[in-house]
């Protein structure tokens, strides 16, 4: 049996298997995106794939604090429309 990888929800701080959780990543140029591999390069944070904690990172701009970089707010309507269409699968 495979072992399956554990990551902590920056917002939550619940441990989840890594398939149930987003990786956002900010590479060394600053740019920040979501990693849908979990192979990109650069610092990697984990949401979990939840509306709630997704508006609740960006109220508190938990992402920005974290990674250290004003978050662009298209990467929020983009963890939004990932979880919205996870839901209506």
């Known amino acids: 049996m495979k072992k399956i990888p554990l ?17 956002v ?3 060394k140029d600053g740019n920040v995106s979501i990693d849908p591999t ?7 944070v984990y949401l979990k794939k ?3 904690i997704i508006k609740k990172a960006q109220a508190k701009k938990i ?14 309507e983009e963890l939004t429309n990932l979880v919205g269409s996870e839901f209506n699968e």
Do not use: A, F, H, Q
């Not at 979990?38 to 990697?44: H, I, S």
């Not at 992402?63 to 929020?76: G, H, R, S, T």
């Open 7 to 23: 990551r902590t929800c920056i917002v939550s701080k619940e441990k989840l298997s890594k398939y149930d959780l987003i990786r």
């Open 25 to 27: 990543v900010k590479n």
């Open 38 to 44: 979990g192979k990109m390069n650069g610092r990697g």
């Open 50 to 52: 939840d509306l709630e």
């Open 63 to 76: 992402l920005d604090k974290v990674l250290e970089i004003n978050v662009p707010l298209n990467i929020y």
